[in-house]
């Protein structure tokens, strides 16, 4: 007979590889998530939930209807790729760090704090840093600077910002909308308004947000 024995413990080259594939697999859908919603946001269109009838209820004519209906589907789906590829990424983190346990079990008891406990030094934890803030953009106008900590982006915080994905996802949901986001600044903490909208450079914000190293 022919045995066809797998090992049972995973290859951690092998989860790494994974792991490094669908981060550019990610990222390749975040590109054309936020293309789309560019494309939704441009000048008078209707944007992510608009109305798709003018005033008397006709289909708008200023529109290319056919081509917004099939952006609005493909971001629907897009979102819910994503939402399943970072599911499939955590899923092989986990393998890799159950693969790779850390010696040093010591650390593990600072955070043994309650869960529910919403005590301020438990929040302050930045995910993410501004790396560069562009003139006259929408991050520039919220008060946002080069070198701050971001602790908070509306509902993102350390705990949930997968690889700073849910930032996009934040940014396309709430586009002409103000988000509060919290930053650590000298330390002392902050909360701008930040309001995502097309401005004359690109993306939405007009700064780099960098993963806290």
Not at 111 to 137: H, L, R
Not at 158 to 177: F, I, M, R, S
Not at 185 to 194: C, S, V
Request: aromatic residues 4%.
């Amino acid at each position: 007979g022919n045995t066809n024995s797998h090992k049972n413990h995973p290859s951690n080259k092998m989860s790494k590889e994974e792991i490094l594939a669908l981060n550019t697999k990610r990222e390749a859908i975040e590109a054309e998530i936020s293309q789309l919603v560019e494309y939704l946001n441009g000048p008078n269109m209707p944007g992510l939930t608009g109305g798709l009838v003018d005033k008397e209820g006709f289909p708008r004519s200023d529109i290319d209807l056919y081509q917004v209906r099939g952006a609005r589907q493909r971001y629907s789906e897009l979102n819910s790729d994503y939402t399943a590829l970072m599911k499939e990424i955590e899923k092989k983190l986990h393998q890799l760090h159950a693969a790779n346990p850390p010696s040093e079990n010591t650390t593990k008891k600072v955070s043994d704090k309650p869960k529910d406990s919403k005590s301020a030094d438990v929040q302050i934890v930045p995910f993410g840093y501004i790396s560069e803030v562009a003139v006259n953009s929408p991050a520039e106008d919220a008060g946002l600077q080069v070198g701050d900590k971001v602790i908070a982006f509306g509902d993102v915080n350390h705990t949930n910002h997968e690889n700073l994905g849910k930032v996009a996802q934040c940014v396309g949901k709430n586009v002409d909308q103000f988000i509060d986001v919290t930053v650590l600044r000298e330390g002392d903490t902050k909360t701008l308004q930040l309001k995502p909208h097309k401005w004359d450079g690109a993306g939405l914000l007009g700064c780099r947000l960098l993963p806290q190293k």
